[in-house]
């Protein structure tokens, strides 16, 4: 894998000036937010004896400062999974996460809490991700609360973040089942945005929302991102989403990356089979430009499928 | 079915702010049911004749005279035992110890239960399995002889019994608490909390209690009737403190004189009976008045038939003599709301589809899509009203206009047989406990009249069409077997198994890969080449749309904005609606710039 930064490092350079507020703590590879080396996650099985089943096979990854890395996959392909390890919420067997330069792949629930101010996640559900009795208003307050902000200042927090994710101000005192697919995703963003994270972990972020609704969220992750620059570890299984939203992009197939690199040449031209596949499956929205990537498709089934190993259904 | 009802309630769901219905609370709920008012007088009563016994009580409890065993008189309300002891006062002292009991051991059971239950469903791991353990060693035990053993060792303390008793009852708690925290651990918003650096105490304070508090106190009820119940056996049989005014020591009493005076036995008996009835009723009408706050989605959607019948203007042009395949006219569906007024589903529909070609019909959730494609199908829930327009099947009508329902005899000779179907989710519509191949050759063998081995041979064949690698190996598996496109195809196969005319798909790969979708609209392509149907593919995706629809319908809260052949529709596109649709499209756009012009105002769509 070459180096991240090889391209264009003065733009990088730029937005880290203009965007990054003073931290501490120096980065130990100047613009490397999070550094993910070979990354092996397994998860146990029931029964006595039986073998852990490995879902992530040596997984390395990076997210610069400010800049969003796309990871697209289809299911099974381990994606979510990778995002989980980041958050620590999968178990770790092998290889090291990095965040800032400190170690994060085993870190302590403790160790954890107080890494809580820097790394967030917006989850694909926007149902089942917020509490159902729970008023907008505490579930927007319960990382504040975590951090010793409460009270009026908290109050005041909340009524921020509802206004930066474009809610009313009056959504406090409702609950999640007043809202819709997209509100309760703008909820989820602005929980994610409450302790002003450097990192948010984006797992499937619209993929439970209608197209205009997509599209809405997809805005205003972007303008959270030029407002803040936040950077996004962005989880999806379309490519179309991964391209918009993406500085970079790896692409995940079975637990491994086949490609990653600038998202432009990644899914626009892609050298790796199984990329190529994937693009000229998603389908455009015209006739005839659908059907001319449709032969394209079928004429590189039997050239992918001979390489992946795989039957050309 | 299912797919047809969650559609339903999401409209129904409020689809901005302001429109939430107010429903009552817990208790609101609980006393509008007649049990839960009745039972909760009740305990108030008995709770309240227990705290004020020393005011009420018209004689001490304790004091023997000489009138034994009297029937009611002035003096004595409800006559004396066999002491002479003023009944009513004795009852009304009772009350107090056996409430007592039944505290205790339900405050014992909670204690030991809830925390072991929270701790072990949470964490799992050893504490899980040493308490689990644990628990089942005490459900092994048989309760009453403990409790006599208990007896027999420290003498007749019945608070000390309720203790042990308490104990023995709180594996109901730990296996109740420890079930719904595991169902509950795993939630997305758990997860959120952890990530947002909660310690696991506030999670379990903030999120696991709150789910498991309801069940607790429906089982709080249950175990203060069952305390009370032991309890007073307890007495019955002498174990309790004789000296003590209890309820079951006066049913000891009154027993032994039950042939002297049969009233005495009475009062202490429909005491127990009231006092364990009214925390059984009061357990059932919590457990109703918690379970319709989970259901309040299905009941606004499914319940309530309209109490007023609107006069409807059935236009009903005439028959065409050159008919389509499937026409579908000025369609209008209602779901009548709790509050009489009615929601409007899908709002003059109006199009049709012949063979040999493929209708798109294209919208957000909400729009009315999958509506118009079930009552096509004629899948509609019971409460669905069709209150104009009609659809025709090759000219024939399947809408009762005078009923203002789906004409379901018009439409048994077609479905399955002319009219088939592919659904969006191929897992859930396959059962698990049959084969592919006999979810196959069923509907054949039944719609098609032909014998078993015919169609097995016809199953396997189409199999194949399918693009299934290996159709024998496929035939013999169980859904669970097979991955979701493998289950899409089978679904496909089976949709034109008795050679339909017509094949609604409903968001076929919607639940697919991007890869698999591809190849499954190919199967879906070819298909249609070799056999001529017309299809009617309900769908969100305009990239599905341009890869296999020649015609598309466009909607909108149940209003068809637009329609017409593909390429128009998708290039110049005239309602803004579309226009909209289209301009949230992803493909095309430069990255990482704004999509929609109105995004700043977009919010509250």
Same mark, same amino acid.
């Given at each position: 894998m070459n180096a991240h930064g090889s391209e264009d490092p003065a733009e990088v350079l730029d937005d880290i000036v203009g965007?990054? +507020?003073?931290? /501490?703590a120096t980065p130990a590879r100047g613009k490397h937010l999070l550094d993910i080396v070979d990354l092996r996650v397994a998860y146990p099985t029931k029964g006595f004896l039986s073998r852990p089943v490995e879902v992530l096979h040596g997984v390395s990854v990076a997210v610069e400062e400010g800049r969003t890395m796309g990871l697209v996959g289809e299911s099974g392909s381990g994606k979510t999974t990778l995002g989980r390890a980041v958050l620590g919420l999968a178990p770790v067997t092998g290889g090291s996460i990095t965040f800032d330069g400190h170690e994060?792949?085993?870190?302590?629930r403790s160790e954890r809490r107080k890494m809580a101010a820097d790394i967030q996640v917006v989850f694909q559900d926007p149902y089942t991700s917020l509490?159902?009795?729970?008023t907008i208003g505490d579930i927007l307050s319960e990382p504040l609360g975590s951090q010793g902000i409460s009270g009026a200042e908290a109050r005041k927090r909340v009524r921020n973040l509802l206004d930066r994710v474009k809610l +009313?101000?009056? /959504?406090?005192?409702?609950?999640?089942?007043?809202?819709s697919g997209g509100q309760r995703q703008r909820v989820a963003i602005a929980r994610a945005l409450a302790l002003e994270p450097r990192l948010i972990v984006c797992d499937?972020?619209?993929?439970?929302?209608d197209l205009s609704t997509q599209a809405r969220v997809l805005d205003l992750l972007l303008e959270i991102q030029e407002q803040t620059g936040v950077s996004y570890l962005f989880v999806s299984h379309d490519l179309d989403v991964i391209r918009h939203v993406s500085h970079r992009v790896a692409v995940m197939y079975k637990g491994e990356i086949v490609e990653q690199g600038l998202s432009g040449k990644v899914t626009e031209s892609p050298d790796h089979p199984y990329t190529r596949r994937l693009m000229l499956a998603s389908?455009?929205?015209d006739p005839d430009q659908q059907a001319k990537r449709r032969e394209e498709r079928r004429a590189f089934a039997a050239k992918v499928a001979s390489q992946l190993g795989e039957p050309a259904a | 079915m299912s797919a047809v009802v969650d559609d339903v309630s999401a409209q129904a769901?409020?689809?901005?702010?302001?429109?939430a219905v107010k429903r009552p609370g817990v208790a609101g709920r609980l006393f509008r049911n007649p049990m839960g008012t009745a039972s909760v007088l009740l305990l108030a009563v008995i709770v309240l004749s227990a705290v004020l016994a020393g005011v009420l009580a018209?004689?001490?409890?304790a004091r023997a005279t000489?009138?034994?065993?009297?029937?009611?008189?002035?003096?004595?309300l409800l006559g004396t035992d066999s002491n002479g002891r003023d009944i009513l006062s004795r009852l009304l002292f009772g009350a107090r110890g056996t409430l007592m009991s039944a505290a205790i051991a339900a405050v014992v059971a909670i204690l030991i239960g809830l925390p072991a239950g929270l701790l072990a469903g949470y964490y799992g791991k050893w504490f899980d399995g040493l308490s689990s353990w644990a628990t089942n060693i005490l459900m092994a035990l048989p309760g009453m002889i403990v409790l006599l053993a208990v007896r027999a060792a420290v003498g007749p303390n019945i608070y000390l019994t309720m203790v042990i008793f308490g104990v023995l009852m709180s594996p109901g708690f730990f296996r109740l608490v420890r079930t719904a925290t595991q169902s509950v651990r795993n939630e997305l918003y758990v997860d959120a909390a952890r990530v947002a650096g909660l310690s696991d105490l506030s999670i379990m304070g903030r999120h696991i209690l709150g789910v498991v508090r309801a069940p607790v106190i429906i089982q709080a009820a249950m175990v203060s009737g069952i305390a009370i119940s032991f309890q007073s056996s307890l007495e019955f049989l002498g174990?309790?403190?004789?000296?003590a005014a209890t309820w079951g020591v006066m049913v000891n009493d009154g027993f032994r004189n039950i042939y002297r005076q049969p009233l005495a036995l009475l009062w202490p008996t429909l005491a127990i009976s009231l006092t364990i009835g009214s925390f059984v009723l009061l357990a059932n009408a919590l457990r109703d008045a918690l379970e319709d706050h989970v259901n309040v989605k299905e009941k606004t959607s499914a319940s309530r038939r309209p109490a007023t019948v609107a006069a409807v203007p059935a236009t009903v042009a005439a028959?065409?003599?050159?008919?389509?395949l499937c026409e579908v006219r000025d369609l209008r569906i209602e779901y009548p709301q709790p509050g009489g007024e009615r929601k409007t589903v899908v709002d003059g529909a109006s199009w049709y589809v012949d063979r040999d070609e493929v209708l798109g019909i294209v919208g957000e959730s909400g729009s009315g899509k999958s509506q118009t494609a079930f009552a096509v199908l004629g899948?509609?829930?019971?409460?669905?009203?069709?209150?104009s327009g009609q659809i025709l099947f090759e000219g024939k009508r399947t809408i009762d206009t005078a009923s203002r329902r789906i004409d379901q005899s018009a439409l048994t000779g077609l479905r399955g047989r002319r009219i088939s179907y592919i659904p969006q989710e191929p897992m859930s519509n396959?059962?698990?406990?049959?084969?592919i191949g006999s979810q196959l050759v069923r509907p054949m063998t039944r719609?098609?009249?032909?014998s078993k081995s015919e169609a097995v041979t016809k199953a396997l064949d189409l199999l194949s069409a399918v693009g299934i690698p290996n159709p024998k190996r496929t035939f013999s598996?169980?859904?669970?077997?097979?991955s979701g496109g493998m289950a899409q195809r089978v679904l496909i196969a089976g949709a034109i198994s008795c050679d339909p005319d017509l094949i609604i798909a409903d968001?076929?790969?919607?639940?697919?890969?991007v890869t698999v979708q591809a190849e499954v609209l190919d199967v879906i392509r070819d298909l249609q080449t070799e056999l001529h149907q017309g299809i009617i593919l309900v769908t969100h995706n305009f990239g599905v749309v341009a890869d296999i629809c020649d015609r598309v319908a466009v909607m909108q809260n149940g209003r068809i904005v637009e329609q017409g052949d593909v390429r128009t529709i998708l290039?110049?596109?005239?309602?803004e609606y579309t226009q909209m649709l289209l301009q949230s499209m992803l493909v095309g756009k430069p990255p990482l710039?704004?999509?929609?012009?109105?995004s700043a105002t977009g919010g509250m769509k």
């Open positions: 965007h990054i +507020p003073p931290v /501490s994060i792949a085993h870190a302590s509490n159902p009795s729970m +009313p101000v009056d /959504s406090m005192d409702r609950l999640p089942r007043e809202f499937e972020p619209v993929s439970a929302l389908p455009v929205p | 769901e409020p689809g901005g702010l302001g429109g018209p004689h001490d409890p000489d009138n034994v065993l009297t029937g009611p008189t002035a003096l004595n174990l309790g403190d004789p000296s028959e065409p003599v050159d008919a389509h899948l509609l829930p019971d409460n669905a009203l069709v209150t396959l059962d698990p406990s049959f084969t719609i098609l009249g032909i598996a169980y859904p669970h077997q097979v968001e076929p790969t919607t639940a697919l890969d290039r110049h596109p005239a309602h710039t704004r999509l929609m012009s109105d």
